[in-house]
């Protein structure tokens, strides 16, 4: 299978030196070298057997990258900022996107290089101030998907065997990577002289020449690697500082519970009785029993709560009128605030009442017609009268 559609390498560490004028001349760029990069297979138009989001590895060989055509045809090419719009640079974009030339493109070292010369102010302060370094090249390529392997046992879906040259792009991430940058002498000197080892579990890195910054990495990885075997008391449990999970689920439950028991406690105190209420209950008790005893004065209190009280004195008095009236013929059926007032009728009809003394007996006992004549068939005996009986 064969298509064509353009496509971008990149580029690598290089020297840069400033013009009397201010251009940057960036020499020694790498612009590319072979190799299997990686592309979704939707970059690609490719439909057959993948899917737009499948990765497919497509090789760039050495015979097509370094061929004289590709040579000559990025030799003298703009140096465009980010891929213009289809990859391909006209006159209808060119004046945005252009902000240098390519010169002195050449096979060397197994890459492919060439001097870069940036002409464009702002394009040259986004390359030192901005990290916007590496290099991709746009291209149109003709790809054919036939699998393979490279000489280095590296396996491909597909491979470009043709290769026509448009631009060369500065962009912040290329698809070579760091391998594909304009850099500094220095830069390259550094990354080359040494680098160091950093281990973060099971995962290795390579950290250039900054040693702070590797022991500084070393050191946090060794206290994570500690902390991890320490272990913690919650209660009478301990855990691993690994189990996070069963030992959240425990201090979960220590929360949950301890917020049971002050929920508890507070409802507790709520429903705590206090001295004055205490005060007041007695209080009202002794005048529920006062007022009981004037109902009915053989009515026995003893041992029976104020409500009781009240609903056994109306109970006694089921008959009544008045009790009939508010409660009906069932007081047991009847409700406490029905009692109550039932109770306080009662206790009003007994006070209605006048009392009973010595004097109101003899006013009652004139009132008999009955006085000395209880038997109107019997002439009263003379000898009893003084008793006071007949």
Not at 12 to 18: C, V
Not at 53 to 71: A, C, E, H, K, R
Not at 206 to 217: E, M, S, W
Not at 259 to 276: C, F, G, M, R
């Amino acid at each position: 299978m064969k298509i064509k559609t353009n496509q971008v390498i990149d580029l690598k560490p290089t020297s840069r030196i400033r013009t009397p004028q201010g251009f940057m001349i960036c020499k020694d760029v790498t612009l590319a070298k072979p190799m299997v990069k990686e592309y979704y297979a939707g970059e690609l138009g490719i439909v057959d057997g993948f899917e737009p989001t499948d990765i497919i590895n497509i090789y760039t060989p050495p015979d097509v990258l370094f061929s004289q055509s590709v040579i000559d045809g990025f030799t003298a090419s703009d140096v465009a900022m980010m891929h213009p719009k289809g990859n391909q640079l006209n006159s209808d974009n060119y004046k945005e996107h252009v902000i240098g030339t390519a010169k002195n493109v050449r096979a060397e070292n197994s890459y492919l290089i060439a001097d870069l010369t940036i002409k464009d102010k702002w394009a040259i302060e986004a390359i030192e101030y901005d990290d916007v370094k590496q290099i991709s090249l746009g291209y149109a390529a003709e790809l054919d998907m036939t699998a393979g392997t490279t000489e280095a046992g590296q396996e491909y879906h597909g491979q470009w065997v043709g290769m026509v040259a448009d631009h060369v792009a500065v962009v912040r991430e290329g698809r070579c990577g760091d391998d594909c940058k304009i850099g500094d002498r220095q830069t390259v000197i550094k990354s080359e002289a040494k680098s160091m080892k950093v281990k973060i579990g099971k995962l290795e890195f390579d950290v250039g020449d900054n040693d702070t910054l590797a022991q500084a990495i070393n050191a946090q990885s060794q206290e994570l690697d500690s902390l991890k075997t320490g272990e913690l008391k919650v209660g009478d449990q301990k855990f691993n500082l690994s189990e996070l999970t069963a030992t959240q689920a425990t201090i979960d439950k220590l929360v949950g519970d301890n917020k049971s028991l002050s929920d508890a406690n507070k409802e507790l105190s709520e429903k705590q009785t206090t001295p004055e209420q205490i005060e007041a209950l007695v209080a009202d008790r002794v005048a529920t029993i006062a007022d009981a005893q004037k109902i009915d004065g053989t009515f026995i209190t003893d041992g029976k709560s104020v409500e009781q009280i009240k609903r056994e004195v109306v109970a006694s008095k089921a008959d009544n009128v008045l009790v009939k009236s508010i409660v009906g013929d069932s007081v047991a059926d009847a409700e406490q605030i029905m009692i109550d007032a039932t109770f306080k009728a009662l206790l009003a009809t007994a006070d209605s009442k006048p009392p009973v003394n010595a004097a109101d007996a003899a006013l009652n006992g004139l009132n008999n017609t009955n006085v000395g004549d209880a038997d109107k068939n019997q002439a009263p005996s003379k000898s009893d009268m003084w008793k006071g009986n007949k």
